[in-house]
């Protein structure tokens, strides 16, 4: 293929005014520097840290992103294990820590092949990682499943000699692992698998067996091209006596040549809606024997010959490391809210549809169209994701303090915050990821027609995100764990029984002492006060609860029957903690109290409200039929909520500038830093394949035939009688008359055909 | 590449029970026979066309599906021409009419290069549907754009004259045309175009010119790769005054070799979220010169050498053309929803996961975990998207007949029922696209992890349908126009003028009336009463006008400030207009009131609750906030909802059979007629081209070297110097002690490299 110079844009500029000039006046008038906010959220040393990383990437050719988005699935697969292996690389010549490894792996932004849901996500960071600069990066590279399950599952699972047999080649890449667990017909509930592992005495092996079709192990990231191990969930069968799935080291692959080792049964299992360089991949196990070294068998195995089964001691410490991954998720989550309100928000600004006949804009003296950001309904559509951005910095930044103080506290033998944290974070990850996966497709939307294009850096975003809110725990089956915890709590207070003191204990009860507070708003501005906010979210949840344990317990509801409301329990729950730690941050934050930090703390207050305000008018049903809110107080809620849209109006452009996300990160025509959109759209454009001939393959056996045929000339009608033959064709010049009749050529095939190159 | 023996599944069956026999068992339960409804719905004669349609395409070569998961852009754009051209001989041989067409676009289910958004979609079908056999099916096939648009314009907007020249080639594709209306600075504000057509007396041509690089027209389908011409809509210009936009007929490329014209940029806008097969495009003009007579002339036009201009008479009868469209896409969802309702429900019913305690499921005398069909959750998330595609079915029939008679008014001189048909059919498609956007994505959700592949048929249903939300009218803009006329009535009403009686009149007075009104309901069945249903929804929706009218009359709110609310009007007067269709049909339909098809209303009846009663559900906010409803009575409605859901629970596999959407069309593993979801899921992985090779291509220059670098022999260490180099390469088997170590090769270079096949 050649270039073509008919698909090259003349050199001209957008009509005026400029997007550049737009977005730059857009940054004159905020009230606050957005470098200050950067610096509050991430720390000065990790800012150095991210620029200089940053540079590294955008300057190496593994790590180039321009052809992504044109890429089938074979080239960007290809690309993308260049890229991993290339990272790996990098991070030994610049003796990256974890935190850089993070950084990188977040800045590429690329699902790779061997990456994958996993429920040990990230606690091999969590060894690594140094508390202060840590920023919750969730970005996937190549070899992430390898990292962040493979390998800390043989940490934490594996006694002392299986680490030294498998993680040392493993840390070293020579030998490359991935997770299996999930079945093509068992997902979230692990005890249905069945996949089997038999004990077999003789031989002191286990047989590895895939018994039917819905056995075979599905969705395995790495699996399908790239890994030459897996951890394998299989049930241990001993003896006849079956203890349910464990977790075997397996081997897939030859380590000479990569070909499947006999008895194995492994590929990749097809294109999916996102992900498309990852490897996901499926392995059914024909009798397959491993050695029985290869259980891993910290907490449970078997001994040799008697095939006798030692029993795990109690799991409860790997709680602490759930909520621990779970804070790592909402805090990741702020920068997919982020991203999607940076491109929708700088593009607003630059994006001008109709004239507002109220407030017409002008450009020196000319009447110019109003950008799209001043419209309301685009306020209300984009702005809410930015303040659920920063709430989620707040909740996972004090999701971490109580990790951090639950451990000491374990430490010591006491377990009385885990129960409320472990139901908290996991509520929290259903809500947030829902939240996100909703955002960036109502941000892309918000785009408009080109948010349909690749080049709006959104949709590809969007199918690649959209895992997040499956893996981890389904975030309909999280939810009910959180709720699980929320009855049983209350049931206790109800019952008089004494309860640990927490911050649920506290709204529930406050809620038992008075179950028909209502709103003492009588003006709109009412709606500002953070107590006020406060109460409003803790009743509507303590309500819902109570009203599931009234249904469940007294109306004799199944839990089945319940489900609905059993989801919406968890959700009111975990917005109340939302609003809580926002409002809690800024009042006690010490790095908000200095007078030069007073800005921050004013547009920060601002978002608090805007997120408290906007979810209260979204989840307005359940605010009102607690009792809590009146219809008439409906309609103050709702013009403040407009007010504050109109308040953050002049900030909006450095608000999503604070967070500091780069062009490189963001990949987005439409979200630039700079606001050339139409030039980044147009040289995009260019770059299209299709583009590379003038004209298109299937021209000749699809369009000319038509074309051509049945032309009349002086009576005779032409037929093209088979495919890239024609008796005669005949071609009238429809070039508006300035050409008169030409017959072309008379040709009976292909390659005598006479081709008249007329300058039309 | 060649075939590998690794990927090919071995010859075993799912776990028990079988998908098929709980798909049998599904279907024996039902309580009606879903051919009779079907039946009721297309009639006999339909169905029969369009399985003999069906047969055709399911043994043609061109319009096989099976590798249309697995082709990245290049690929599918090839196949989808030959589809096209296909397209072309099959209606020429099979003389079909315009209603087989429409079928077997429909079916064939393909975004072709000619395929675009289009104000004039099917207005050409309009003159030669036959009316009862009109299903609305709104399929694209290749050359869609062309027929939809092209021709239709060129019908509607030509003369006589232009029609002979250009109608009669473009009917045989001897010219393949597009519409470019849309530029890449503009979209829905069309007199914001920027592109001219300058008349030029002295040659009795235009001069046209894309003045700047926002002018360039953008997202034209069809125009990319496979026009030669099209219909530019370009600000015309006379004598120096500026007409706005006007159209007019442009040959783009070389009718001899497809070459871009001289003047002419022409090109592919690049790759989008969905619709890949559909060459979007991209054109900038540099003074290209056109004939005077390529201006469309029949409302519009330029005197010859005076430049004069003849303006357009009024335009009020393209308004009845708009509602027929409408009309059409109403129709139309329908069958998006109910193709992901199809595939959802049924692989519902054949996914297990975990036991219901409360309610064991068993297989013979084996416990087995529960189909997912059966949870509440499940059921609340899919159930309602059924009714929603029923209800869709009896608003779009009563849209085509209110159509029918406003046509027969109009054509007596009575535009009485226009203001009306025309503000409803805009909401309505603003409503039920958006609706069906949401349902396809939550019915892929529903699907678990599977609803994430490819195979689920969902992902890229979603992605191909999603641009529906934003032509014939962006879904935000739209619902100004039907508020706009709500205001007006209710303001004609609330000020005593006269006005013409309608259902909008009516329910407005009905408010004006009694504006406290309340519910009556005292028990749960109580909401099942048609009549409550119908207060409900007006009272809902006439509040929220007079409210709108309060605010911006009285407190003086600007008309931008009030967009929220504006789209929220729209939204409730439309879903009064889907229950109010839905049960006026169930009433007055005399198909209904024969015994036989008693079983039909009843379960007709039951959809028309659910979708009444969800609806209130989902926007209970509002129906509490009118004061209609009482917090007391939110559960009374929730607790009835989830006794329809129950209600519908045996008939909901039949209530999607009764659809007949053929498995060519749907096009997915989990949704398969016979319920073989992990046989097709195996079967559709075993075909990922990934998996035509056992090793990956990348293994050598990307894996190998970690694998291989490195290990340790007798205390050397050997290590991968550059790429594809390896000074000493050594090879520990880790499979499992049955082979010792290996030495393997010294190699400087690749080709002299030693390959050892172990057979391992």
């Known amino acids: 293929m050649t270039t073509a110079p008919s698909a090259k844009f003349p050199n001209l500029r957008p009509a005026e005014p400029q997007g ?39 300057n190496d050719p593994a790590m180039d992103k321009s052809k992504r988005y044109y890429s ?29 490894i993070s950084i990188a792996d977040f800045l590429l932004d690329e699902s790779g092949p061997v990456c994958n849901h996993s429920d040990y996500h990230h606690i091999l960071s969590l060894m690594n990682f140094d508390a202060h600069t840590f ?3 969730s970005g996937t590279s190549q070899f992430s499943l390898h990292k962040n ?24 890449y020579q030998i490359i692992g991935c997770y299996a667990q999930t079945e093509l017909g068992h997902g979230s509930n692990v005890q249905g698998l069945e996949t089997t592992a038999t004990y077999i005495p003789e031989t002191d092996e286990f047989d590895l067996h895939s018994p039917t079709l819905t056995s075979s192990k599905w969705w395995i990231g790495g699996l399908g091209k790239a890994a030459n191990h897996a951890i394998v969930m299989a049930r241990l069968i001993s003896n006849g006596k079956d203890y349910g799935p464990h977790p075997f080291v397996v081997q897939i692959r030859s380590l000479v040549n990569h070909r499947p080792l006999r008895g ?21 196990f024909d009798h397959l024997h491993i050695p029985r070294f290869n259980m891993l068998a910290r907490f449970a195995s078997i001994k040799p010959n008697t095939g006798e089964y030692a029993s795990p001691p109690n799991a409860k410490l790997s709680y602490g490391t759930m909520v621990f991954v779970r804070a790592n998720i909402v805090m990741g989550v702020r920068f997919a809210l982020a991203r999607a309100a940076t491109v929708a928000i700088r593009y607003s600004a630059v994006r001008q549809q109709f004239v507002d006949a109220a407030n017409p804009k002008k450009h020196g003296s000319r009447v110019v169209e109003t950008p799209v950001l001043d419209y309301t309904m685009q306020q209300y559509r984009v702005f809410p994701v930015m303040a659920q951005a920063y709430a989620c910095y707040f909740t996972g930044k004090e999701m971490f303090r109580l990790y951090n ?28 990821t829902t939240m996100a996966v909703s955002a960036i497709e109502d941000c892309r939307r918000a785009c408009g027609g080109h948010g349909y294009s690749l080049f709006s850096g959104l949709a590809s975003f969007y ?23 929320l009855l049983k709590t209350f049931r206790n207070l109800v019952a008089g029984k004494s309860v640990l003191q927490n911050p649920t204990v506290s709204y529930l009860t406050t809620y038992l002492q008075n179950p028909t507070a209502t709103c003492p708003a009588t003006t709109p501005t009412d709606f500002l006060n953070p107590e006020l906010q406060l109460s409003a979210f803790a009743h509507r949840a303590a309500h819902l609860v109570a009203q599931t344990v009234d249904q469940l317990d007294r109306q004799g509801r199944t839990w089945n029957s319940m489900l609905v409301e059993v989801n919406r329990v968890s959700r009111a729950h975990c917005q109340l903690v939302l609003v809580q730690n926002f409002l809690a941050a800024l009042q006690s934050d010490s790095d908000l109290r200095t007078p030069e930090r007073a800005p921050l703390k004013n547009v920060l207050t601002t978002q608090a409200q805007l997120y408290a305000l906007h979810t209260m008018e979204t989840e307005l049903a359940e605010f009102l039929t607690c009792g809590y809110l009146s219809p008439a107080q409906t309609q103050m809620l709702k013009s ?23 062009d490189y990160y963001l990949n987005s025509a439409l979200g630039r830093q700079d606001g050339k959109v139409y030039e980044a759209m147009t040289h995009m454009a260019e770059q299209e394949p299709l583009n590379h001939s003038d004209v298109v393959a299937g021209y000749e056996e699809c369009i000319r035939p038509l074309v051509w045929a049945g032309k009349k000339i002086e009576g005779a009608t032409v037929e093209v009688v088979k495919e890239r033959q024609a008796k005669l064709v005949f071609l009238e010049s429809t070039h508006y008359a300035r050409l008169s009749l030409f017959v072309l050529c008379i040709c009976m095939r292909p390659e005598k055909q006479v081709h008249l190159h007329l300058d039309l």
Chains 1, 2 share one sequence.
């Open 20 to 58: 550049s000039d737009l977005l730059a006046a857009e940054r004159a008038r905020a009230s606050f520097n957005p470098y200050d906010l950067s610096v509050f959220m991430y720390g000065e040393e990790w800012i150095g840290r991210f620029n200089r990383i940053l540079e590294i990437l955008e």
């Open 72 to 100: 089938g699935r074979d080239d960007r697969f290809s690309h993308a294990l260049w890229s991993a292996r290339r990272m790996v690389e990098l991070q030994r010549e610049h003796k990256w820590n974890a935190t850089d």
């Open 135 to 137: 920023q919750s990066l």
């Open 149 to 172: 399950m493979f390998m800390p599952t043989i940490m934490s699972q594996g006694t002392d000699e299986q680490k030294a047999k498998f993680l040392a080649p493993a840390q070293k």
């Open 264 to 284: 194995v049964t492994v590929g990749d299992i097809g294109p999916k809606f996102g992900f498309n360089t990852v490897d996901n991949g499926f392995v059914m």
């Open 405 to 432: 103080d639950n451990q000491k506290q374990m430490g010591a033998g006491d377990f009385s915050l885990l129960a409320d944290l472990h139901a908290t974070s996991s509520g929290l990850k259903s809500l947030t």
């Open 463 to 485: 199918q690649d995100y959209l895992p997040n809110a499956t893996w981890e725990g389904d975030n309909y089956i999280l939810t009910q764990q959180t709720a699980r915890y």
């Open 640 to 662: 403040q909520t407009l007010d504050l849209l109109a308040a953050v109006r002049p900030d909006a452009v450095a608000l999503v500038d604070a967070f500091g996300l780069p």
